[in-house]
């Protein structure tokens, strides 16, 4: 299975939600290869410091130039049993040329209006590819949300995704320190803390997208 984890505005935490998929997908034995097309290749380094640091279970990695995006997905698909791809934001050739191999895209946005805002010429790109492939599934995932029930911003933004009509997860990511901590070692948050709240939430957007 072919997920892409992107937006075209940049800072949604689209590589931190990537790499713990990717990480969530090995620890059920899969053979699992995570697509880095983003130029800042964060989440190729944290594959790289997973094997420096000698973390098992193993991830692959591959770096992705725009122009052969494409291609390199539908070759790693005789390989690998799981491909999460992590887009770079504001890519939209990628992005495109990564919707026609991908089965499913998950969409990381912040609360707040701005996000939401944004999504607008982002959705142009993401209907195209749904009328060329009505399989694809289309889910969007709130993103460091508001752990303060006080803040009403995460639940404005989930109102007007609904609103737009875009599938939303089930799931919201919390705005947790975890996430940070346990990139640091190269981890993710389902090793680092098993039993945190992130790791929780990490768990139940894998069984969510990945399943």
Do not use: C
């Not at 993401?126 to 303060?148: F, H």
């Not at 981890?187 to 957007?205: F, H, I, K, N, Y």
């Amino acid at each position: 299975m072919i997920t892409l984890v992107g937006n075209l505005k940049g800072g949604t935490g689209k590589s931190t939600i990537a790499f713990n998929l990717a990480v969530w997908s090995a620890y059920q034995q899969r053979r699992t290869l995570l697509v880095d097309a983003d130029p800042q290749h964060t989440t190729s380094d944290l594959v790289a410091l997973r094997r420096e640091e000698g973390h098992q279970p193993m991830l692959y990695s591959l770096i992705a130039e725009e122009r052969r995006l494409g291609e390199e997905i539908g070759n790693a698909v005789h390989v690998f049993e799981s491909i999460i791809v992590d887009i770079a934001a504001g890519d939209r050739e990628s992005f495109r040329a990564a919707l026609k191999d991908a089965d499913r895209l998950v969409i990381p946005l912040l609360p707040g209006q701005a996000d939401v805002w944004a999504l607008h010429n982002f959705m142009e790109l993401v209907n195209d590819a749904k009328r060329e492939k009505p399989s694809l599934i289309v889910t969007a995932v709130i993103n460091r949300a508001d752990t303060n029930v006080q803040i009403r911003e995460t639940q404005e933004t989930e109102d007007a995704l609904h609103k737009i009509g875009l599938p939303t997860s089930k799931v919201q990511i919390g705005n947790r320190v975890t996430f940070r901590r346990s990139l640091t070692e190269g981890l993710g948050v389902m090793e680092w803390e098993p039993r945190s709240r992130a790791a929780q939430e990490m768990d139940a957007l894998a069984r969510e997208v990945l399943l």
